[in-house]
């Protein structure tokens, strides 16, 4: 009788539960199997935190004070250098987060207790916090993160360096 419907055009409720019933497990099989295949592109590389753990975070401000504070501040550009082609934070060295490792680190930080300020493009870019990661792993304990990163520095009518 439900072939009958189901020709005809017209489904019952309990085929219409059965084929419900049975597509989603086949769904979410098939949606792990495309999953385990290909990355998911849509989402961010990196989950940007309110806080990384033993390192201050501080606002656009408070690197101008620190700046003005200690004058031994190692000030780390984590971005691209396609990024940077549109502005730096004056004195500050570039060294992308895929550059970033113990060796480089070495080469631009004089000591594991210099104060050593990272930032990138802002609040959705986690550059940074990539790069402050490694640096805390390599040891590196004097650190500041400037979360707010270049958006911010360069929305609060703060000077930049763009090279010419």
């Known amino acids: 009788m439900q072939q ?6 017209k489904v019952s409720r309990p085929s219409l539960f059965r084929v419900r019933f049975l597509a989603l497990p086949v769904a979410l099989l098939f949606s792990q199997a495309l999953a385990a295949a290909a990355p ?13 753990a033993g390192v201050t975070t501080v606002t656009a401000e408070e690197v101008v004070e620190l700046a003005n504070s200690k004058p031994d501040l190692v000030i780390i550009d984590a971005r691209i250098t396609a990024d940077r082609k549109h502005g730096y934070l004056e004195d500050s060295l570039s060294l992308p987060d895929i550059k970033t490792n113990c060796p480089e680190l ?3 930080i004089p000591g594991k ?18 790069s402050v990661k ?22 609060k009518g703060f ?5 010419r």
Not at 4 to 9: D, F, M, N, S, Y
Not at 40 to 52: A, G, N, R, Y
């Open 4 to 9: 009958l419907l189901i020709q005809a055009g």
């Open 40 to 52: 998911d592109l849509t989402l961010s590389k990196i989950i940007v935190p309110e806080h990384i």
């Open 106 to 108: 070495g080469k631009i």
């Open 113 to 130: 207790n210099t104060p050593t300020l990272f930032y990138c493009n802002g609040i959705k870019c986690g550059r940074s916090v990539i």
């Open 134 to 155: 490694i640096a805390k792993s390599c040891g590196y304990n004097n650190m500041y993160w400037f979360k707010g990163g270049f958006e911010e520095w360069k929305n």
């Open 159 to 163: 000077q930049y360096t763009m090279d």
